[in-house]
């Protein structure tokens, strides 16, 4: 049974309900899985001003406790086509796991959630999945076996390099059951992958 840690951060919790539905994805192909998010760095009154979601129940994760884990499922929100500075601020301090090749050999994935159609989705999931590679980690993607992102019927998010969904401008958009759908996939994709590796 794999060990897998869906690690994100999420100002709004569009992101916090994709990782859940990439938990539930991974915990029905039988892997052991903790969901756990990077410290907030922005200051709690200007979280409280800006409508931060504060209620997550998810407990803050540490850098030590990384190479515990077999695959990392990495997710945040877009910030001008880049990773949030608070998840970039938590793999900064990886240095010394990079140092020891301690993440070399785990599975890493990607997901991410943008304001628009077009705010950059690709980008920001490169962007965490360069530092998977920096890591030595075997990257998953979210292949086009998930039919989901395909359609052409709905605006949805969805890449092959992770799972995405579309907050819209004011955020009032929540994650359509198709992009859940595709973020369950991807659980469930990393931890069979992340099962054969550690067989």
Do not use: C
Not at 132 to 140: A, E, N, P, R, S
């Amino acid at each position: 049974m794999p060990k897998i840690l869906v690690l994100y951060y999420s100002s709004y919790g569009h992101v916090e309900t994709m990782a859940g539905a990439i938990a539930e994805g991974a915990r029905s192909a039988g892997a052991e899985v903790a969901v756990k998010r990077v410290p907030e760095t922005v200051p709690e009154e200007v979280a409280r001003a800006s409508h931060y979601k504060l209620d997550q129940p998810a407990p803050v994760a540490t850098v030590e406790e990384l190479p515990d884990y077999d695959a990392i499922i990495v997710g945040t929100g877009t910030r001008y086509g880049r990773m949030s500075s608070q998840m970039a601020a938590f793999l900064d301090r990886t240095g010394g796991l990079w140092a020891k090749g301690a993440l070399t050999g785990k599975v890493g994935a990607a997901f991410t959630s943008t304001a628009s159609q077009h705010g950059g989705q690709e980008t920001t999931l490169f962007s965490i999945i360069t530092n998977l590679l920096h890591f030595g980690m075997v990257v998953v993607g979210l292949p086009y076996a998930f039919q989901g992102q395909l359609r052409i019927d709905e605006v949805a998010g969805g890449a092959p390099y992770g799972a995405t969904t579309i907050a819209g401008g004011d955020g009032s958009r929540q994650p359509s059951e198709t992009e859940l759908d595709g973020a369950r996939f991807l659980g469930r994709h990393v931890a069979g992958v992340a099962a054969k590796l550690a067989g």
